[in-house]
């Protein structure tokens, strides 16, 4: 283990400055070697010893009990003596090192230098052993227990000197460090004693004050008349606050240096108090902050001058600097203000969005912007950004009160367009759904539903009829369960209704009717389940709102509110009666239109003769007339017997849809069915016929026709055939279903239409088909769509009645092959969708019965505009 090395010691009285090169000056290790070597004389001196050493380990050896090895051997590596004595902790005594285990190895003892030895710790204050102190003799020697305490007592006043020397250079580079880091800083420090009055300052104190070192006063009056004259008050007042209360000083303040110079200084103490109690001295520091002034001055000006509003709070939330314009926006002035709680100051921001805002900030040390209102008499709109720092909360915020006025005039104004708008959409709304349809009934319905979606709970629309009778036709809940209960009061209300009631003063009048409290007033008008299905329903207010049409009433509107819903505002009412006055047109219009149409439906019939029914033809009829009312069309169909015997069937269409049409559609018929029935001729002689006695006439009409001639002659009808034979003259072709179920169509070249020219040439086509075939000719209402190439429209009906022909079979019955009335009903609802159509339609369905005894009688007479679909 490393140790000092030894030292020779000098000779008993010489002087330690004569046995060491070392001076008054020098370093630590020198100062060190010479207080070991003053500590080595005295032991020896004491001990009367020849001869003594001090040594100071860098390391300390864990203790030991100090028994030597058990084979009574030497150690391997014999230790220092200093090191033997620190590991044993306490006094090493040896009369004769030759027989000490411990000792035996050292050189000197071998060399017979040293015999006895007696050896102590040097222990610190805290318990550590730092090295050893030992006296030797060469000579055996045994040693007292005084010559052992005083050795120990010298150790131990040794050790004492070597910490008191450690503290005083550990206390010097202290001052040091201290007196580089004030100097370094600027900072200057004061002591004042209130016993003796006498004020200490040091060499960088003056200098802050512009005085030479050791030429200030020393007193608090020569202090005083350095200070600035208007900040002597504040400061003595800060002075005599600290003294009396024995507490910290602090002031910052102006003072004059004797060249005129203005600084600005902060100090800083403590008021220490004496044995009673009271301050008996005031000790503190002092630094130059102008810069800090100037640099405020300037954040100052810059702050006084922003068009923002700007304060700043400390940490205890007061006011620590209000710039001009927060004292504008504010309405209060700095004195009010600075000092003040901002909460005290504002009793309205505790709770609202500026305290919320505020302490969040501060608590997340994050910024925080916001908008927010301050009621009377601020009465204002803030926009606010708030960010936390060291020295509090800084605050900026601008007066944002008229532009969110004019967002909330912009968003006034948008809500009452948005209002408008919405009206006017309503209005839309219903208009295009009631003049979509000329369906009275389902117009209704439509209207009834968005009655109650907008304005109400529920309602029921009532109308004239044909007849001028009233009729609740249509009713809707907004809730479902409802429903029925709605439905069964609309069956009962009119006839429990008194002629008085407001349903009829609205009708009457032609005015709205308001009925509060609307199940007290109208149950005590009504009786019976009418009665009792109204209390179910429990309405609390009802509107009758008449629909007028051209200067009259054509029916009302009753619109119920349940006890949730508010009275309706005016501009709801005003959209209400607005709703049923287009209501009113529209549903005037629909009960026109389908009363003209009725009459040209009429018209069309009468010109259309029922056909002819051979007994082994199921032959079916049917007639659409187009949406547009009132338009008569040129469509038309036909079948009678030839002289012998033969079925002519016959589809055509004359161009236009009016009366002329109607009136050159009944010409053109009429004659060709005079001219089959006396001539007996084939299609193609019929046609050309029609055509010289067309242009003879002068029939200004051009129509396209299929005639198809049913012939069977004794061979045809012992092979249970049939040949169609048929001319086209610019119609679409027929459909051929065969008993199998295939469909094709009947094509022929294409020849001109009736009416173009006379004289013109025109040819039969012809098939055998066997008998249970079926034939279809229509004219083109049936298939044309706008915007649809005519063969999709074909295809598409061909694909359709290869569908139905199975379910049409299946209905005939076991005497029949086909029904061909259910055939012509199901073609006429699916291929139009159940709507009105564009065009007239025409159709005729004949099925070729069987000849072997199955169907003999079973022909079921004409179908004309029969079963399920008819009218579609």
């Known amino acids: 283990m490393p140790e000092h090395p030894p030292r020779p010691l000098p000779p008993r009285g010489q002087d330690a400055d004569a046995s060491t090169p070392a001076g008054p000056h020098a370093g630590p290790e020198a100062s060190r070697d010479l207080f070991l070597a003053r500590l080595e004389r005295l032991a020896a001196r004491l001990l009367s010893a020849p001869s003594a050493r001090a040594t100071l380990l860098d390391e300390v050896p864990a203790p030991s009990d100090g028994t030597a090895a058990t084979d009574g051997t030497s150690p391997a590596a014999p230790e220092a003596l200093a090191e033997v004595v620190a590991r044993l902790g306490g006094p090493l005594v040896v009369a004769d090192a030759r027989d000490d285990v411990r000792l035996r190895g050292l050189a000197e003892v071998e060399a017979g230098l040293w015999c006895a030895y007696l050896g102590v710790p040097l222990v610190t204050s805290g318990g550590r052993v730092v090295g050893a102190l030992g006296v030797h003799d060469s000579r055996v020697r045994s040693w007292t227990p005084d010559e052992v305490a005083a050795l120990v007592d010298l150790a131990a006043s040794a050790v004492a000197e070597l910490e008191l020397s450690a503290l005083a250079v550990d206390y010097e580079a202290d001052r040091v460090r201290w007196h580089l880091a004030v100097t370094a800083g600027g900072v200057g420090s004061f002591d004042w004693d209130l016993r003796t009055g006498a004020l200490v300052w040091d060499d960088q104190l003056h200098l802050l004050f512009g005085l030479e070192p050791g030429t200030f006063g020393g007193t608090i009056e020569a202090f005083t008349a350095c200070v600035h004259p208007d900040d002597r008050p504040r400061v003595h007042a800060a002075l005599r606050e600290a003294v009396d209360g024995v507490a910290r000083y602090t002031a910052e303040y102006r003072v004059v240096h004797p060249d005129g110079a203005v600084r600005w200084v902060k100090a800083q103490g403590l008021a220490l108090a004496g044995p009673d109690g009271a301050a008996e001295r005031v000790l503190g520091a002092a630094y130059d902050t102008t810069a800090e002034r100037d640099a405020d001055a300037r954040i100052a000006r810059v702050l006084e001058t922003m068009s923002t509003a700007f304060f700043l709070l400390d940490g205890a939330w007061r006011f620590a600097y209000v710039n001009a314009e927060a004292e504008r926006l504010l309405g209060r002035g700095r004195g009010e203000l600075l000092g003040e709680v901002v909460w005290d100051v504002f009793p309205s921001a505790p709770g609202s969005a500026f305290e919320e805002h505020y302490r969040g900030a501060v608590a997340a040390g994050e910024p925080r912007s916001f908008e927010a209102y301050y009621p009377p008499p601020l009465d204002a709109w803030y926009e606010v950004r708030a960010f936390p720092g060291p020295d509090g909360l800084s605050v900026y915020f601008h007066d944002v009160t008229g532009r969110r006025r004019a967002e909330e005039q912009r968003l006034l104004a948008r809500t009452a367009a948005d209002a408008a708008t919405h009206r006017l959409a309503v209005l839309a709304t219903v208009s295009d759904d009631l003049s979509s349809t000329l369906d009275t009934d389902y117009a209704v319905g439509r209207l009834a539903r968005h009655l109650v979606r907008e304005f109400g709970s529920w309602c029921l629309v009532t109308l004239w009829d044909e007849e001028h009778r009233l009729r609740d036709i249509a009713g809707w809940h907004a809730e479902p369960h409802l429903r029925p209960a709605v439905a069964r009061y609309a069956r009962l209300r009119l006839g429990a209704l008194a002629p008085g009631s407001y349903l009829h003063r609205a009708l009457r009048s032609g005015e709205l009717v308001v009925v509060p409290d609307a199940t007290e007033r109208i149950s005590v008008l009504l009786s019976g389940e009418a009665r009792d299905v109204l209390l179910g329903l429990a309405p609390r207010a009802a509107y009758a709102v008449p629909m007028r049409a051209r200067g009259r009433t054509v029916g009302a509107i009753t619109l119920f509110l349940d006890d949730d819903q508010p009275d309706l505002a005016d501009e709801d009412v005003a959209l209400l009666v607005q709703v049923a006055d287009r209501a009113g047109v529209a549903l005037d219009n629909a009960q026109l239109y389908q009363g003209q149409r009725r009459m040209a439906e009429t018209l069309q019939r009468a010109l259309l003769t029922a056909p002819a029914q051979p007994p082994d033809l199921d032959l079916a009829v049917r007639y659409v007339p187009a949406a547009s009312a009132a338009q008569v069309g040129g469509d038309w169909y036909d079948a009678f017997v030839q002289p012998d015997g033969a079925t002519v069937l016959v589809i055509g269409d004359v161009m236009g849809h009016d009366r002329h049409a109607a009136a050159a559609m009944s010409q053109v018929r009429t004659l060709l069915r005079g001219i ?54 610019g119609h679409l072709p027929p459909l051929l279903v065969t008993p199998d179920g295939t469909v094709r169509e009947l094509r022929t070249e294409p020849e001109l239409v009736l009416g173009v020219t006379a004289g013109g040439g025109r040819t039969d086509a012809q098939v055998p088909v066997p008998r249970g075939s079926t034939v279809l000719l229509f004219t083109d209402g049936l298939v044309e769509r706008r915007g649809e190439h005519l063969q999709d429209g074909l295809d598409r009906l061909a694909e359709l009645v290869a569908r139905l022909v199975p379910e049409a079979r299946r209905r005939a019955g076991e005497h029949a092959v086909l029904d061909a009335a259910w055939l012509a009903d199901a073609v006429l609802s699916r291929g139009t969708a159940g709507d009105a159509p564009d065009d007239d339609i025409a159709l005729l369905v004949a099925h070729l019965a069987l000849q072997d005894g199955t169907e003999e009688g079973a022909g079921p007479g004409p179908d004309v505009d029969g079963g399920s679909g008819a009218d579609v």
């Open 676 to 729: 089959g029935a006396t001539s007996g001729g084939t299609p193609a002689q019929m046609l050309t016929a029609l055509d010289t006695t067309m242009e003879r006439l002068r029939v200004e009409a051009m129509a396209s026709a299929v005639v198809l001639r049913l012939e069977q002659g004794a061979e045809d009808r012992a092979a249970g055939r049939t040949t169609l034979r048929w001319t086209n003259a």
